[in-house]
T-cell receptor, first 111, second 116 residues
Framework: GNSVTQMEGPVTLSEEAFLTINCTYT??????LFWYVQYPGEGLQLLLK?????DKGSNKGFEATYRKETTSFHLEKGSVQVSDSAVYFC??????????FGSGTRLQVQP | DAGVIQSPRHEVTEMGQEVTLRCKPI?????LFWYRQTMMRGLELLIY????????DSGMPEDRFSAKMPNASFSTLKIQPSEPRDSAVYFC??????????????FGQGTRLTVV
């Protein structure tokens, strides 16, 4: 079956530090890959996506590259801000639109 | 568009009571999903609909849970009878038809259910 594995959190960083949150997946076929972000008390918002191998999704300074050879979609940001503190979810979709999520990684950015 | 609208935002009920959660998807979206979020199990897909028809309900925990989508603009998730282990945040999401671009799911703000 399909599954997504994320690094466990919380990840605690100082402002302007470099961020990496690891995500690997197992899926049949060629899934689309997503990162969603959840701010406290809110629903999930799409952060970025990639639909095929070697695609790079980017948004708000965050990037992730679809690596088929390593079945990975790691999230990166060069300089985090306090406002980036949230829970980040990696997810995949094999075409039926129902997402399979990872367990989420909480990011805490300190001033 | 107002986005996916869920109601209520918070629900506290006693064990054994019936609970109904409501969702209005984004207009024009023909896929609708119900997810449950707990600390222990993370985000789980409960059921999803395409064109108001349930496609996959394998994630529904047990017979106490039921979901309906009587029309394209409304869906309900019902728990009867409710139990304390049902306490969670329930999210509804919707997306455009398969085959179109911009196919990401848009989530509502969730309903936080507490069963005491």
């Amino acid at each position: 079956g399909n599954s997504v594995t994320q690094m466990e959190g919380p990840v605690t960083l100082s402002e302007e530090a470099f961020l990496t949150i690891n995500c690997t997946y197992t899926a049949t076929g060629y899934p689309s890959l997503f990162w969603y972000v959840q701010y406290p008390g809110e629903g999930l918002q799409l952060l970025l996506k990639a639909t095929k191998a070697d695609d790079k999704g980017s948004n708000k300074g965050f990037e992730a590259t679809y690596r088929k050879e390593t079945t990975s979609f790691h999230l990166e940001k060069g300089s985090v801000q306090v406002s980036d503190s949230a829970v980040y979810f990696c997810a995949l979709d094999t075409g039926r639109r129902a997402l399979t999520f990872g367990s989420g990684t909480r990011l805490q950015v300190q001033p | 568009d107002a986005g996916v609208i869920q109601s209520p935002r918070h629900e506290v009920t006693e064990m054994g009571q019936e609970v109904t959660l409501r969702c209005k998807p984004i207009s024009g979206h023909n896929s609708l999903f119900w997810y449950r979020q707990t600390m222990m199990r993370g985000l789980e897909l409960l059921i999803y609909f395409n064109n108001n028809v349930p496609i996959d309900d394998s994630g529904m925990p047990e017979d106490r849970f039921s979901a309906k989508m009587p029309n394209a603009s409304f869906s309900t998730l019902k728990i009867q009878p409710s139990e304390p282990r049902d306490s969670a945040v329930y999210f509804c999401a919707s997306s455009l038809p398969v085959g179109l671009e911009n196919t990401e799911a848009f989530f509502g703000q969730g309903t936080r259910l507490t069963v005491v």
